[in-house]
């Protein structure tokens, strides 16, 4: 599933050659990406309206409209937005199409919402109206790119009776962080992910409030990661490369890069796989 610096590096696409463009039209293939409102209310709330700005909470994407209104656009398990030419051909389950108005730029082109296990979501909303209309946004944690999620801010969210791999996998507490890059951030901290959270020294709170902004700046330097068994790309269709940075996610039984000398092991914690090396987090 795509995680904060995924749906970061597609919103900076977004930002970059979507936002200021009309929707002269929409089209809506299949309801079920709609499901929480209508095709009728995409429609009618994207139709001859302005993109003004893009930004991000968590693993939501969050647009601005001229009308007033928002636009969310939630990814899931596979979900894609894609830029192409208009009258490109479309891949399968091609769910939503926003076609852009022509700039001094840009051609006319089309913005599309591709999602083969239609998990993911397009709405629009009433930013004045959000937790009744999105109640999971209302109720996001610390978005650490997006707030900041500073070192008092992570030592206040520590302070609970919960195994770190939980704490940081609830959106609750800290949005975006999913799997990959809470194995990846607790590594580089050096913590075992069942450690209790609020057992943690000072010292220990620095690591790993270190290593979750190092983190993640690195994974949205490099584009996000793009698995073998994930559709993730940006707006271009281009995969990223941080998967070849990781030192611990999906290396179970192989050895640590780090030390050298321990084996990458993995364990279901807090009802997640989870790859951890037993001599670096102890
Ligand atoms: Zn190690």
Redesign the pocket.
Known sequence: MPELPEVETVRRGLVAQVVGRRIDSVEVGRERTVRRTSAEALIDGLTGVTITAFGRRGKYLIGSLDSGDGLMIHLRMSGRVLIAPTGAARPPHTHVVLHLDASDQRPAEELWFVDPRTFGEVVVFDPSNLAAELPELAKLGIDPVTDGLSRAELTALLRRDRQLKALLLDQHVVAGIGNIYCDEAL?LARLRPDRIAASLTTREIGRLHRAIHETLAQAIEAGGSTLADTQYVDLEGQGGWFQLHH?VYDRAGER???????T?QRAVIAGRSTCW?????H
């Open positions: 590594h030192r640590c890069l780090t030390c050298h000398r321990a990458i090396c037993p001599r670096c987090q």
